[in-house]
């Protein structure tokens, strides 16, 4: 076993000596070594309740003869830090969290490992590290958050909250509402209840292979959550007897099946920051160009918010992410012969998966969309690519033409679109907020949400080098490369410059003559660094840009 570097023999003498001072026994110290990395803290919702899982993973552990030793992996709230630097220090953990899982791993010599994430930047950030130390891992969530109820009964969730800021400053929405909103969003501990990140990334993990079933949808407050902590737990002791790891799960056929299910669950944008770093560490180049290709043929299936009106929980009622995975793979969408953390293909997991609510879960032949949730856009603006959910797109919006209102961060454009400053037909132009820029690629769910909930969801696009939440809706398109620090040409746009924007044929194009771009080139100087010490300093200094995946390279 790998835990016998430090187990065994009488030059290991000095490292038993440590291992009996943690209390562990002679006969503990005999079987396998489980590191359980459990970011449980008391200040992300969604990871309040993962002390619970973790303990029901160790039971798991024990049950099936391993010796579990939990260890953890820190976690940021985007809900919290959206709105103020804080959010320029989301993405960025993700690498933290994999540096400091793989420094555990490995100094530690784990035999096996369970992943206990839940919220935003913690599961891919872990997945990274599964690929990187590559010992037997398998993952379990904390699951997500009930859907809420506000007093007339209407369920509500995180993205109503935000647009309910915007209907307040147009006028529409009283501080009582908001008020009622701010009371009823969020009723439970879990991952925010709609198909945001954490829940994308949850059912994502389901769909590469690394997940259990109900991993991305038993809510975090049932107890069938603490049952699949258990049997993950037990899991795990079987692919160290198999000696099956993340690098024979996480192939290039799997990453395949992650965007297909992507496109049908019609996932959040930083999926497509994710799933290209992820796959990096498993030495797989994700092109952009694929996206498209995908979601060519792929049906959206699912209109969880904030695309529709239902979530989590319903999808989870409906039959999971195995249900999506059996519409497609009776299409012939799927790669059912891989291999999984439950020992099993791909299509035998799925074989007896049932759609139990094809209003949820739309049959493939009755999609919601005939394209998959996500669109890559290239042209002048954006030759490297950016992104945009189209499923949470209104039809009028698909294609626009307008003028470019232009913003050289988050806080010069929420502070113009509420006080009424932007106009329907506008497209609003956020820059250096990239993952240099930045740094850190902040989201803009406050400016997305208040143009929604200020009416203008059907009028106005936004156009950023930084992110979205999954709870963005509309035309929202983000992750422009280059990004503007970096040279780009989002860095040259002029106010009352015309954009044009067509998602179904994958183009943004910024247009203004050729020589014009010539010359604002020639003059253009890129900004001083916004900060110059710090982890954010030496982030900016080795981040690639979105287009790669946002991964910080070795130079």
């Known amino acids: ?51 619970k899982i973790a303990g029901a993973v160790k039971a798991g552990v024990r049950a099936a003869g391993g010796t579990p030793i939990e260890f953890p992996a820190i976690a940021v709230c985007d809900g919290i830090a959206m709105g103020h630097i804080g959010m320029k220090y989301s993405l960025v953990t993700r690498d933290l969290i994999a540096d400091s899982t793989e420094a555990m791993a490995i100094a530690h010599q784990f035999d096996g490992l369970v992943m206990i994430p839940n919220c935003d930047k913690n599961v891919p950030g872990l997945l990274m590290a599964a690929a990187r130390v590559n010992v037997p891992t398998i993952f379990v969530s904390g699951g997500p ?71 991305g949808t038993i809510p975090a407050p049932y107890s069938a959550r603490i049952r699949l902590a258990k049997e993950a737990g037990m ?39 994710h799933l290209p770093a992820i796959a990096h560490e498993c030495g797989i180049e994700i092109d952009l160009h694929q996206t498209n290709r995908f979601s060519a043929r792929t049906p959206n299936l699912c209109h969880l918010a904030p695309a529709g009106d239902t979530f989590m929980e319903d999808l ?11 519409e497609l793979a009776d299409a012939g969408l799927l790669h059912t012969g891989l291999m999984t953390v439950t020992g099993k293909t791909v299509g035998e997991n799925i074989a007896c998966a049932v759609n139990r609510d094809p209003s949820v879960i739309r049959p493939i032949e009755n999609p919601f969309l005939a394209t998959g949730g996500i669109a890559v856009l290239f042209g002048n603006l954006a030759p490297d690519g950016c992104v945009v959910k189209q499923s949470a797109v209104a039809p009028e ?28 037909g506008d497209v609003v132009v956020i820059r250096y907020e990239g993952p240099k820029g930045g740094p850190g690629m902040r989201e803009m769910l406050n400016p997305t949400s208040a143009i929604c909930g200020m009416g203008l969801g059907e009028s106005v696009a936004l156009i950023t080098d930084g992110r979205f939440s999954g709870a963005t809706r509309g035309a929202s398109i983000g992750h422009v490369s280059p990004e503007a620090a970096s040279g780009g040409m989002i860095g040259l746009v002029e106010e009352g410059d015309t954009i044009s924007i067509d998602i179904p044929n994958h183009s943004i194009t910024l247009e203004v003559p050729e020589d014009v771009l010539a010359a604002r080139r020639a003059a253009w100087v890129c ?29």
């Not at 076993?1 to 291992?19: C, W």
């Not at 790891?245 to 930083?270: H, K, W, Y």
């Not at 232009?406 to 509420?418: G, M, N, R, T």
């Not at 200094?541 to 991964?551: F, I, N, P, Q, T």
């Open 1 to 51: 076993m790998r835990s016998d570097n430090v187990t065994k023999g009488v030059e290991r003498a000095p490292n038993r000596s440590l291992f009996y001072a943690l209390g562990l026994t002679d006969e503990e110290m005999r079987r396998p070594l489980i590191g359980v990395v459990c970011s449980y803290n008391e200040i992300v919702p969604g990871h309040m309740n993962l002390d």
């Open 145 to 215: 958050m009930l859907a809420g109820h506000l007093k007339d009964g209407r369920r509500t969730c995180l993205s109503h909250m935000f647009e309910a800021v915007g209907a307040y400053h147009a006028g529409t929405l009283d501080e009582a509402g908001v008020r009622d909103y701010e009371q009823s969003a969020c009723p439970s501990c879990g991952s925010c209840s709609g198909m945001y990140t954490a829940n994308s990334m949850n059912c994502l993990t389901e769909a590469i292979g690394m997940g259990l079933r109900g991993n």
């Open 235 to 273: 899991q795990v002791m079987e692919l160290v007897r198999r000696d099956i790891r993340p690098r024979d799960i996480m192939t290039e056929e799997a990453f395949q099946n992650a965007e297909i299910v992507d496109m049908a669950l019609g996932c959040s944008t930083n999926t497509m920051l």
């Open 316 to 326: 989870d009622r409906a039959g999971g992410v195995w249900a999506v995975m059996k």
């Open 397 to 424: 919006m698909m294609q626009h033409t307008g003028p470019a209102r232009v913003f050289d961060s988050e806080e010069e454009a929420i502070s113009v679109i509420y006080a009424g400053g932007i106009r329907p």
């Open 527 to 555: 900004p001083e660094p916004r900060i110059k010490t710090g982890y954010l300093a030496r982030y900016a200094s080795l981040v690639s840009s979105a287009d790669k995946g946002a991964v910080l390279e070795v130079r």
